[in-house]
Nanobody, 123 residues
Framework: QVQLVESGGGLVQAGGSLRLSCAAS????????VGWFRQAPGNEREFVAA????????YYANSVKGRFTISRDNAKNTVYLQMNSLKPEDTATYYC????????????????WGQGTQVTVSS
C-alpha cells in the first residue's frame, strides 16, 4: 500500500507561483510513476503533469506546458509541481496519484491517490 499526501496549496494572485509537494510513504515508491491532476467544481478531473520515477522523463498537459514543472526527489520520496505564471483558470483542487507501468494521462488508470490540496488564483 502507498500513501500520498499533498501540500503547498493556497491563495495566490494571477502571475504568482506555488510549489506543490506529494510525499509518499508505505511501499517503496521507486517503481511508481506519479501524475498530478486537478479538478475544479463541476469539471472532470484532468491531467496536469506526470513523471517517470526511475528515468525522470516528464509529460505535460498543453495548458500548463512552459509554466509548470514536475520533478522528484528520490531520497525524500517526494514529487513536486512548481507552478509559475498562474492564471485564474488554474484554480482547482490538485491531486497526486501513483501507478506502475507507463506514463498515462487517464486518471482511472492510477492506483493510489492523495487527498488533494486547494489552489486558488485570484485575478
Amino acid at each position: 500500500q502507498v500513501q500520498l499526501v499533498e501540500s503547498g496549496g493556497g491563495l495566490v494572485q494571477a502571475g504568482g507561483s506555488l510549489r506543490l509537494s506529494c510525499a509518499a510513504s508505505g511501499r517503496t515508491f521507486s517503481r511508481y510513476n506519479v501524475g498530478w491532476f486537478r479538478q475544479a467544481p463541476g469539471n472532470e478531473r484532468e491531467f496536469v503533469a506526470a513523471i517517470n520515477w526511475s528515468r525522470g522523463s516528464t509529460y505535460y498537459a498543453n495548458s500548463v506546458k512552459g509554466r509548470f514543472t514536475i520533478s522528484r526527489d528520490n531520497a525524500k520520496n517526494t514529487v513536486y509541481l512548481q507552478m509559475n505564471s498562474l492564471k485564474p483558470e488554474d484554480t482547482a483542487t490538485y491531486y497526486c496519484a501513483g501507478r506502475t507501468g507507463d506514463l498515462v494521462v487517464t486518471p482511472t488508470l492510477y492506483d493510489y491517490w492523495g487527498q488533494g490540496t486547494q489552489v486558488t488564483v485570484s485575478s
